[in-house]
């Protein structure tokens, strides 16, 4: 299995390290070019929403990656994933817009709200979840299904081949949700 990571922000590294550790290959996405590579699924981590926009409009990869989600390639966004993906994003210019969700952008404020917990996360269990100037969902709709809530607040969805989670789960040791990804690429096959 080889899994594109997005690598223009974020904890693109540590994704890579954890997909090691669960024997998948995984290739860094920087440029147009690198989208030659075949994939069988793709992780959007972390970092600035509006200028991971912005960056793959510019790399000319931005329509090329939205074709491909809604095609059915897999895709895992985290934080500012999250936010790309999403249809509605409060706060914020609706990116990718490919999962039925609305989120809200900082939703837990700067970076001194940043926090960890340990929830319950549908089909994985009770894991840790850490939050760096996260997003939270503030609604799912069409096939989107909520899997994670802290607070009240829905911090992780699906939606067919799409996994969102407001948590950075590269951050822990725990490999779990990283696996769940694996196992929906295995199903999509």
């Known amino acids: 299995m080889r899994i594109g990571i997005l690598a223009l922000q974020g904890a693109f590294a540590e994704h890579s390290a954890i997909l090691r550790q669960l024997g998948a290959d995984s290739f860094e996405i920087r440029q147009k070019r690198d989208l030659d590579q075949p994939m069988d699924g793709l992780i959007i981590p972390g970092g600035e929403s509006t200028v991971m926009g912005k960056l793959l409009k510019e790399l000319d990869c931005f329509d090329d990656i939205q074709t491909r989600i809604r095609n059915g390639l897999p895709v895992f ?23 039925d969700i609305s989120a809200r952008r900082n939703a837990y404020g700067r970076q001194l709200g940043s926090f960890s917990v340990t929830a319950e996360m549908k089909s994985v269990g009770e894991i840790p979840m850490v939050f760096i100037r996260a997003p939270y969902i503030t609604a799912v709709s069409g096939n989107a299904e909520a899997l994670a809530e802290v607070d009240g607040k829905i911090v992780a969805a699906r939606q067919g081949n799409q996994l969102a989670t407001a948590f950075h789960p590269e951050l822990t040791d725990d490999t779990r949700v990283h696996q769940y990804f694996l196992e929906m690429i295995s199903a999509a096959k």
């Open 77 to 99: 966004g985290t934080c500012a994933g999250l936010i790309l993906l999403a249809k509605e994003a409060e706060g914020g210019k609706v990116q990718l817009g490919t999962m």
